[in-house]
């Protein structure tokens, strides 16, 4: 009778452990959601803005007074803009996959020094586990069984130092495409109240 009431309370406090951890994780993802939308809405805004700015004297001036000449012309330069700004981090990304690969082409074709060197520089963690139910579940809180070896080695950092910058590389031109996106639905947007709008106006004076 004791065993079993042993048993009863572990399980109950590995339950409540896993209600802990699962709560945590749950919240930690909708923070992270919520920054990202706000990313996400921030960089539509300015880029938004960045439309207005480029189309303001064309529009106010009725330079172009058709839209699907407006569109392409918007579009235009909205591509010459991305161009300009994600060429950079695109060659960056190319120099640091072509640099990754060649280092391993040149060691007869070993790429191990790249996840053995990535490895080296992180944590592990084992997680104690537990049958319940029938499922293996956490159990308690990981401990650390591993942590980073920042002894020299030029492969490592080699390795090291390329991802960090293709890392980089990858979330700039990310944040470009990000923001060419954004300056299309703007242009559309743009497109259909300004010239719908002036069809408006057009119908109204032909009556008048």
């Known amino acids: 009778m004791n065993d079993i009431l042993i048993i009863l309370a572990d399980t109950q406090k590995i339950e409540r452990r896993l209600i802990f951890v699962l709560l945590i994780v749950f919240l930690l993802l909708i923070i992270i959601a919520g920054y990202l939308q706000k990313l996400v809405g921030y960089i539509m805004r300015q880029q938004g803005l960045k439309v207005d700015t480029m ?120 944040y470009q495409v990000q923001a060419y996106i954004s300056r299309c639905l703007r242009i559309r947007q743009l497109a259909r109240k300004y010239f719908i709008k002036e069809l408006v106006n057009e119908s109204t004076n032909k009556q008048i």
């Not at 060659?91 to 280092?103: K, M, Q, S, W």
């Not at 060691?107 to 520089?121: A, E, L, R």
């Not at 490592?156 to 700039?172: D, E, M, N, Q, R």
Request: overall charge positive; charged content about 15%; some cysteine.
């Open 55 to 174: 189309m303001y004297n064309i529009l106010t001036n009725k330079v172009i007074v058709d839209k699907k000449i407006f569109l392409k012309e918007a579009y235009r330069k909205s591509m010459v803009y991305f161009v300009k700004k994600a060429y950079l981090p695109f060659i960056g990304i190319l120099i640091c996959t072509f640099a990754i690969l060649i280092y391993g082409w040149a060691n007869n074709n070993d790429f191990s020094y790249y996840t053995s060197g990535i490895d080296s520089f992180s944590y592990h963690f084992y997680f104690p586990t537990t049958t319940l139910f029938g499922m293996t579940v956490i159990s308690n809180w990981p401990s650390v069984v591993k942590t980073p070896d920042f002894s020299f080695e030029i492969s490592k950092y080699y390795a090291l130092v390329f991802t960090v910058l293709l890392v980089i590389s990858g979330l700039i031109y990310l």
